[in-house]
């Protein structure tokens, strides 16, 4: 979905506001693995200063994920911003800050690329159901939000001590022994 700029750029208006939603992702970036729920809403504006352009982007956005340390399917949400720039001038502009650049092509601007790229950079590194998640029993597994379970607190004391099969004879002597 492109954003058509024309009108905008051939009038006098210093600030272009806009918002919709994006239903559904028509760009080349594959983001099937990250289980976004369409669609993403976004809102911004385009603002002209002295003939560069500046564009402002927030979007919020649902997705499923599954929880940290439960493992439990839940829907998160996120927002994001974003602020990027267009030189008229393609010297002012600064390789090394790519990403807080746009390009207007044929008077319109690339809104579902931005849009996408945004969505995968947002995306957080951990997903946790409720911030006091219990999470899941070491030994059992059960999920700990739904209840406790038997299993004794100082579980590592029943974990029975493997013995070296070497040894084990010896020590079925000793117990003759000892009886
Ligand atoms: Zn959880
Ligand atoms: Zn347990």
């Known amino acids: 979905m492109r954003l058509d700029l024309s009108r905008f ?8 506001d806009f918002e919709g939603e994006l239903a559904l992702n028509d760009t080349n ?9 369409f669609p993403i809403k976004y809102n911004g504006s385009i603002y002209d ?14 997705f499923i994920a599954n929880c940290d340390r439960c493992l439990v ?7 994001a911003n974003y602020k990027a720039y ?7 502009y600064d390789e090394d800050s790519i990403d807080e650049y746009f390009e207007v092509v044929n008077d319109s601007i690339d809104l579902s690329e931005i849009i996408i790229s945004l969505v995968v950079t947002s ?4 997903n946790l159901c409720k911030e006091d998640c219990k999470g899941l029993c070491p ?12 299993c004794e607190v100082e579980e590592e ?11 084990e004879k010896l020590l079925d002597l000793f117990k003759d022994e000892e009886v």
């Open 86 to 92: 267009n030189f008229k001038d393609s010297s002012f």
């Open 73 to 79: 399917e839940f829907k998160n949400h996120r927002e």
């Open 139 to 150: 030994v059992c597994g059960k999920n700990l939000n739904e209840g406790e379970c038997d």
């Open 29 to 37: 970036l594959d983001i099937d693995d990250l289980r976004i729920i």
């Open 157 to 167: 004391t029943e974990v029975e001590e493997k013995v070296d099969p070497r040894f």
């Open 123 to 126: 995306l957080p590194g951990k």
């Open 49 to 62: 200063l002295t003939g560069e352009l500046v564009l402002e982007l927030n979007i919020s956005y649902d």
């Open 9 to 16: 750029l051939s009038s006098d208006i210093e600030r272009y």
